[in-house]
């Protein structure tokens, strides 16, 4: 076994458990607001790791430059839009008021 091999496993290993321990725990909660706070390290942490694990896996070229652009677009973008979700469903349930912010 190369030290890519092992590296890479380890990554996806790393990303496959995020990614479940955040959706068993986003299951167990009733609310929409507070499950969205457990969806978050899935597009923040998940996602990447195992992004990470194919681009080592695949080595350099355009596939893998193609794979380290959409985990830049998920890791940047999946917060705002858990910020974004969770204010709409806020504003559903009548926790905050319906105004545009200032």
């Known amino acids: 076994m ?6 890479s496993r380890a990554l996806l290993v790393a990303g496959v458990a ?23 390290p899935i597009t923040s942490l998940g996602g990447p790791l195992v992004g990470l694990a ?5 080595g350099w070229g355009l596939e893998t430059a193609q794979i380290l652009f959409i985990v830049f677009l998920l890791a940047l973008a999946g917060p705002a839009l858990a910020a974004a979700t969770g204010r709409v469903a806020a504003q559903r349930e009548g926790l905050i008021e319906r105004e545009a912010p200032r």
């Open 54 to 58: 194919l681009a080592v896996e695949n």
């Open 2 to 7: 190369s030290a890519g091999y092992v590296v």
């Open 18 to 40: 995020v990614t479940v321990a955040s959706a068993c725990a986003a299951l167990s909660m009733k609310n929409v607001v507070n499950r969205i706070h457990f969806l978050t």
